[in-house]
């Protein structure tokens, strides 16, 4: 029987609030970048805390933080919880770092009631979830499964043509990267907590979802190549405006996501730069990148393959050069069955009500399901905002979430051997 979890509310939401200082924009719009002086400074933040709780502390060449509480089996594959606390420009203060500092607060709250783990629980903070520096969502946790291989990210190079090695060896980082993916059976089972990032749970009035898949995510990046010139001077009948096919491929993205049969279709061209991009010049080159999404992977392709056409026929017609390049093009994610009972076990034990749903954005969650049992938490967030300054969970949703994950936790902590907890994938529900 497992103590009930003291969790410190009011610490959470401190902690919550003090990370948040840690940005390129001021509160409430949040903005940390992959190895920017605010991201330096909130791992500094973090570690700290961890190193307070008594938490042994790794670090591997990308930046990603181990921090491990030993459990009186050490030689056990370890239970992992985490999550991710960069922000895209402009953000809110609760994506990612809620699993974080939550995380951390379950391990504590756990600790207080003087629960004493078998295996280890580990908390890991991802470097770099979101893709804004290097294009590539998930950037570490890719890395620890070895979907990204030490030769992949040597190749990477950021918005300003940095690479990869550059950037994280000033950052500190100086560790091999052929050390960084995980050994096989490394976590028995690893469980994300999170802010759902949509309306479902505020809307159905549930508090609490458990995660049972997690859609296929993909990103294109389009560069198109026109003929630049003189706003005033050159005449429309010999214009080759990259800008103007850009628009109608973005039109485009819209038509066949809206048009794919099912509402689970989703793409956004989230990202356009023109060059030269002043107002009495024609745009020579254009940049874009488009995100599709779907929790059918198949349909996902469909429209990921119309939106190539789409660039053919627009760029053939306007007598533009182009390139296409898939920068990612990942399966969806099943939950692992055990984690799901473990979770659904401790909603019960918490005597609160929870939803299966699916989630539509993607998470590290998405790669660790790849090398181990992996489940989400969501808790709701206002009006299903994120990645917005407004974004908002409330106080007792962030501190009811760490106590769901904190039994969770420990139970999984006590699952005897990994084939208690490795099981086949269950089936998503949407
Ligand atoms: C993660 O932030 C996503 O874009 O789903
Ligand atoms: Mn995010
Ligand atoms: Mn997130």
Redesign the pocket.
Known sequence: MIARPLVDQERIIRELEELAGFSDTPKPAITRIMYTKPDLEARAYLKNLCMEAGLSLREDGLGNIFARWEGSAPDLSAVGTGSHFDA?PYAGMY?GTVGVLGGLEAIRALQRSGFKPHRSIELLIFTA???TRFGI?CLGSRALAGVLTPESLRTLKDNEGRTLEEVRWEAGYMGRLEEVQLPEGYYSAFVELHIE?GPVLEQEQVPLGIVTAIAA?ASLRVVLEGAGGHAGAVLMPDRHDALCAAAEIILGVEAFAKNSGSINTVATTGFCEVHPNAVNSIPSRVRLEV?VRDVEQSRRDQVIRSVIQGVEQVCTRREIKYSVEIINIDPPAKSGSEVLKALVGSCGDAGVRFKLMVSR???DSLFMARITPTAMLFIPCRGGVS?RPDEYASPEDIARGIYVLALTLAKLSLAEDKAAVRDEPAMPTD
């Open positions: 895209i994506d979830e979101e893709p969502g990032q995510p995100d954005a993607y998470h990645h």
